[in-house]
C-alpha cells in the first residue's frame, strides 16, 4: 500500500511539474482597454497644422488655431501660469485652457465710482480719470464669465491705496459675480487679514511676512509677465505661477530653460529648402518658435534666433550624433567602457529557438 502510494504522488508530481513548464500564454494579447494620445484642448487641430504639431509635441509644444506655438501644458513650465485680463477680446485658445492657465489676473482701480480694467505694467499713478476706452470691471465679467471653467482662480489687485471700504465693495462685487470660482487679492500686508477674514485668499503686494506675495512689478515687466512667489519654512523664496498676457511661451521658457526638449532630428547642414516642420524638429531648444518664418530664412544660412531676439549661429552641438564614445579621449575614465557597450551594441541579438548538439570526437 505505501508503494502504490508513493507511485502515486511520483506521478503527481510529474504532472504538475510539466504542467508548470507549458507556456499557457495565448498567442496574442487583447487589450482591456482601448488607449490613444490625444493633444492638448489649446491645440490646433486643423489639418494644415496636422504634421507641424507632430513635430511639435516631441518638443513640449504644440500650435493654436490662430498659429501661435504654446507649452504642450503649464505642467513643463514648472509653475501655474495665470492669462492677464486687459480687454474684453481673448485669444481663441482662452476657453479651451484648461490644460495651459490656471485661471486669470486683473488689475483694477477706482475711477468716478467705478471700477475699471487696468492696463499698468507697473503701478497706477498714471490712473486719474476714467477714458471712454477704459473697461468697466463689470463688463469684462460678464464677457469673461462664458470663458470661465470651474477649476479658474481669478487674481484681483486693486491700486494700493485703495481704501478698507472700497476693498469691501470689490470684493462683495466679485463674490456675487463670481460665486463659484476661488477668489484670491493682492493687497497690501495691512489689509491681509480684512481679505481672510472675508474668506478669501490674500496675496501680499511685496515680499513682508506673507507666505505668497507678488514679486515687486519693475522685476517682472519682462514679456509683460508678473511672477508670485512663495516663502517655505526655510524663508527662502521660490516662484510658483506666471502671470502674463503675451507670449505664454516666452514666459514659460524663462521660467524653466529645459522646458523645450532637445532637437529631434539629425542634421549634418542647413538645407537648401527649410520647411516648419525641419524647424520643429531641428532648433535649438533657446530658439524663438513663434518667428518660424524668420528662422525658415535664417537656417538656411546657419543661423537662427533664440527667444531673447539674439542671432546666433546654428550650433554643432544641437546636431544628434548617435555616436556618443567620439566626444570621449582615451585617457578619460568611461573610454573603454563606452567602447565595450558599443560593441555590445553591434551584436547581432535573435530570440529564435536553436538545437544545440554535442560535437562527436
Known amino acids: 500500500m505505501s508503494l502504490l502510494r508513493t507511485i502515486s504522488l511520483y506521478f503527481l508530481l510529474v504532472f504538475l511539474l510539466w504542467g508548470c513548464a507549458v507556456d499557457k500564454r495565448p498567442d496574442h494579447y487583447v487589450s482591456a482597454i482601448s488607449v490613444s494620445s490625444s493633444l492638448a484642448a489649446h491645440a490646433s487641430s486643423l489639418p494644415q497644422h496636422s504634421d507641424l504639431q507632430n513635430a511639435l509635441k516631441h518638443r513640449n509644444l504644440i500650435i493654436s488655431e490662430t498659429g501661435e506655438v504654446l507649452p504642450i501644458n503649464q505642467s513643463v513650465c514648472q509653475s501655474q501660469l495665470f492669462y492677464r485680463v486687459t480687454q474684453a477680446a481673448f485669444p481663441q485658445y482662452v476657453g479651451k485652457h484648461q490644460d495651459l492657465f490656471s485661471g486669470f489676473y486683473i488689475d483694477v482701480a477706482r475711477v468716478n465710482n467705478n471700477w475699471v480694467v487696468v492696463d499698468t505694467?507697473?503701478?497706477?499713478?498714471?490712473?486719474q480719470s476714467q477714458t471712454p476706452s477704459q473697461l468697466i470691471l463689470n463688463e469684462l465679467?460678464?464677457?469673461?464669465?462664458?470663458?470661465?471653467?470651474?477649476?479658474?482662480v481669478i487674481i484681483i489687485r486693486p491700486e494700493s491705496e485703495i481704501t478698507r471700504s472700497n476693498l469691501k465693495q470689490l470684493i462683495d462685487l466679485i463674490e456675487v459675480q463670481l460665486p463659484k470660482h476661488?477668489?484670491?487679492?493682492?493687497?497690501?500686508?495691512?489689509?491681509?487679514?480684512?481679505?481672510?477674514?472675508?474668506?478669501?485668499k490674500a496675496v501680499s503686494d511685496g515680499p513682508a511676512k506673507s507666505d505668497l506675495y507678488l514679486a515687486p512689478t519693475p522685476l517682472t515687466s519682462d514679456a509683460r509677465k508678473?511672477?508670485?512667489m512663495s516663502v517655505d519654512s526655510f524663508n527662502v523664496a521660490e516662484p510658483i505661477a506666471i502671470v502674463v498676457d503675451t507670449q505664454p511661451l516666452m514666459a514659460c521658457m524663462q521660467a524653466n530653460k529645459s522646458v523645450v526638449l532637445?532637437?529631434?532630428?539629425?542634421?549634418?547642414?542647413?538645407?537648401?529648402n527649410v520647411n516648419a516642420?525641419?524647424?520643429a524638429n531641428v532648433l535649438p531648444s533657446n530658439a524663438d518658435f513663434n518667428r518660424l518664418d524668420e528662422q525658415q530664412r535664417l537656417l538656411s544660412s546657419g543661423q537662427y534666433l533664440t527667444i531673447d531676439n539674439q542671432q546666433q549661429s546654428y550650433?554643432?552641438?544641437?546636431?544628434?550624433d548617435s555616436n556618443r564614445c567620439r566626444h570621449l579621449k582615451s585617457g578619460d575614465a568611461l573610454y573603454q567602457y563606452c567602447l565595450d557597450r558599443q560593441q555590445d551594441g553591434e551584436t547581432a541579438v535573435t530570440t529564435q529557438k536553436?538545437?544545440?548538439?554535442?560535437?562527436?570526437?
Open 121 to 127: 505694467d507697473n503701478d497706477f499713478a498714471q490712473i
Open 315 to 320: 550650433p554643432l552641438s544641437n546636431q544628434v
Open 262 to 272: 532637445a532637437p529631434t532630428q539629425k542634421i549634418i547642414a542647413p538645407p537648401a
Open 277 to 279: 516642420v525641419l524647424l
Open 141 to 152: 465679467l460678464l464677457a469673461l464669465t462664458p470663458k470661465l471653467m470651474i477649476r479658474d
Open 226 to 228: 508678473r511672477i508670485l
Open 182 to 200: 476661488p477668489l484670491q487679492f493682492v493687497v497690501p500686508e495691512k489689509y491681509v487679514a480684512q481679505v481672510e477674514k472675508s474668506g478669501f
Open 354 to 361: 536553436y538545437i544545440m548538439k554535442k560535437k562527436q570526437k
